[in-house]
């Protein structure tokens, strides 16, 4: 295995063990490199197929497979051999149907083929023998700068992919968005192309997750409304619960629907709390609240709870065998021995009558410990319609000097001690700064007793993570309102927790707009060359965080 793809990867340089910090195998890591060399692969014939056809169309089937697959690598999604080897089987599939349709234009087999591209295991033995020797793996690109800017893209994908399936459950058209995907996969085969143009792909990946992140948002504010100011509950009350942990919406509505009437509550965790701000919400008296933290915390919220769980996206960690009876997944999820919802069929629902079942034998969950101060809720729901349709009193507080400085707080959340930083920063901050977040980053300081600015409280919390286009939206708005030429003219500040794909995704988005001068914490990405580190650092201002004193002081001064 070698795997550094997240925040807490070994000693911030690689997984190079028999299992990842994550917990995966280092089969199941050798398994989902094989499925992303096969859709490069994929990339590379459609891209033969578009050359020189602007009005050839992406393959829906291959692009569909495509965002499963790389989302199903992101850490804490999957962690079944046994569901890779069949991706990688379907994978295959797809990309020898294109590869006989791309020859068939070209009138013959195009030479010097990549391995992705013509690569054919005989069977699972060969599949498995290939993952296990590497094949496929980043550190066949031998050049660290080359290889650190195809993982920046390769992993931006991945961050891409996860919204695309989630906007796609809500039939949002994802066709152009899935365009780019299969160009920079077929990119990413392509050993001419030096560090200018992947630089250039890395800000175009950028671009294309500004894209994705717009289409979840329309995709969930069609469905469900835009999130509007929300009183969360942190409490139990004395009714079986189901626990839904994640980020997939339409996986909520159907769950709620089926327990509707039935007697059974139906709790938020870590990602999912955001829900709570959709208004078509409202009307599931058996959507009750929030339960526990963050992702990371799950083993002992999952054992206080005492019901059946389900995962709808990542977010999972390898369950204790005292509770893994009661772990659910469904969607692109798994781990093995864990129960599994099936995919909805075409124009239905799925179907959660066995999660429900097992609800009615549980017993009602216990009531969690709260912070000394935590009122028993969560006030969240502050999108970018909700906060410009608060415009004039965030303008007004500003011009008084009541808000001095706003710092973007946005991220991911992390088991690693050095993350006790960004709630010493929560607290650091000066009674007159406005903490603007989103994504699972808020749980280290969204139950403290922070206060208010003149009714404006002094945490907005935009949702998940990819609600992070909300914050982007909400600082250009400011900067069209007090009419400055550059975004980052405004009294912003970015403190960024980091932890997995979708986070890098995140942070190409907000270069690709602009956003300069970001502190990146708790340490910055272990795939990052000193080279590429070097270019990020000087062309784009970003940097590691210190102490959180100093970094507070630094920022309040706009530096």
């Not at 692969?41 to 393959?59: H, L």
């Not at 992919?161 to 996969?185: C, I, K, T, W």
């Not at 560090?195 to 289409?215: F, I, N, Q, R, Y």
Request: hydrophobic share 45%; charged share 20%.
């Amino acid at each position: 295995m070698f795997c550094n793809q997240c925040q807490e990867t070994m000693k911030n340089s690689g997984c190079a063990a028999a299992r990842g910090v994550c917990g995966k195998t280092d089969e199941v890591s050798g398994l989902q490199d094989i499925v992303l060399h096969v859709c490069k692969g994929i990339g590379f014939w459609a891209g033969i197929i578009k050359a020189g056809d602007a009005a050839a169309k992406a393959d829906p089937a291959a692009s569909a497979f495509v965002v499963k697959a790389l989302f199903a690598t992101i850490t804490n999604a999957n962690f079944s051999a046994s569901d890779f080897v069949a991706w990688i089987s379907e994978g295959l599939a797809h990309r020898d149907r294109l590869r006989k349709a791309a020859e068939a234009k070209a009138g013959g087999t195009p030479v010097g083929l990549p391995d992705a591209a013509t690569w054919s295991p005989s069977d699972e033995a060969a599949i498995r023998v290939a993952a296990a020797s590497g094949r496929g793996g980043l550190m066949e690109t031998t050049n660290e700068d080359i290889r650190s800017l195809r993982s920046l893209v390769l992993l931006g994908l991945k961050g891409i992919a996860a919204y695309v399936e989630h906007a796609v459950n809500l039939d949002g058209d994802p066709s152009a968005v899935q365009a780019f995907m299969l160009r920079a996969l077929g990119s990413l085969t392509d050993d001419s192309l030096g560090a200018e143009a992947l630089t250039a792909l890395v800000l175009e990946t950028g671009k294309s997750g500004v894209d994705a992140m717009a289409l979840l948002d329309a995709s969930n504010t069609g469905r469900y409304g835009s999130p509007r100011i929300t009183t969360v509950k942190t409490g139990v009350r004395d009714r079986p619960g189901i626990l839904i942990s994640g980020h997939d919406l339409k996986d909520l509505h159907e769950l709620l629907e089926q327990t509707k009437g039935s007697g059974i509550d139906v709790y938020t965790h870590g990602e999912m709390l955001p829900a709570h701000y959709y208004p078509f919400f409202e009307k599931y008296d058996n959507l009750y609240g929030n339960y526990g933290g963050s992702w990371w915390s799950q083993a002992n919220d999952i054992e206080a709870f005492g019901g059946p769980v389900l995962f709808t996206s990542n977010c999972l960690v390898p369950p204790r065998e005292s509770h893994k009876s009661r772990v659910f997944t469904t969607g692109v999820v798994g781990f093995d021995g864990c129960a599994r919802i099936a995919e909805r069929p075409a124009g239905g629902a799925k179907d959660f009558s066995g999660i429900i079942a097992m609800a009615r034998t549980c017993p009602a969950p216990k009531l969690l410990e709260e912070p000394k101060g935590h009122t028993g809720s969560i006030v969240g729901g502050f999108g970018h319609a909700q906060v410009f349709a608060l415009a004039d009193k965030v303008v007004e507080a500003v011009k008084t000097g009541a808000i001095k400085r706003f710092v973007v707080m946005a991220g991911c959340d992390g088991r690693q001690n050095s993350r006790s930083y960004f709630t010493e920063v929560a607290e650091a901050l000066p009674k007159d700064a406005v903490i603007l977040t989103a994504g699972c980053a808020k749980y280290r300081y969204n139950k403290l007793a922070l206060g208010d600015i003149g009714g404006i409280p002094r945490v907005l919390d935009a949702g998940q993570c990819n609600d992070s286009y909300s914050l982007a939206l909400i600082a250009l708005k400011l900067k069209e309102v007090f009419g400055l030429a550059d975004v980052n003219e405004l009294p912003l500040s970015f403190d960024l927790a980091w932890y997995e794909q979708k986070a890098v995704l995140v942070l190409l988005a907000l270069l690709y707009l602009g956003f300069r001068n970001i502190r990146l914490g708790p340490s910055l990405p272990a795939f990052l060359s000193p080279g590429v580190a070097k270019v990020l650092v000087e062309s784009f201002g970003i940097k590691g965080i210190g102490t959180a004193q100093a970094d507070v002081e630094a920022m309040m001064k706009g530096l």
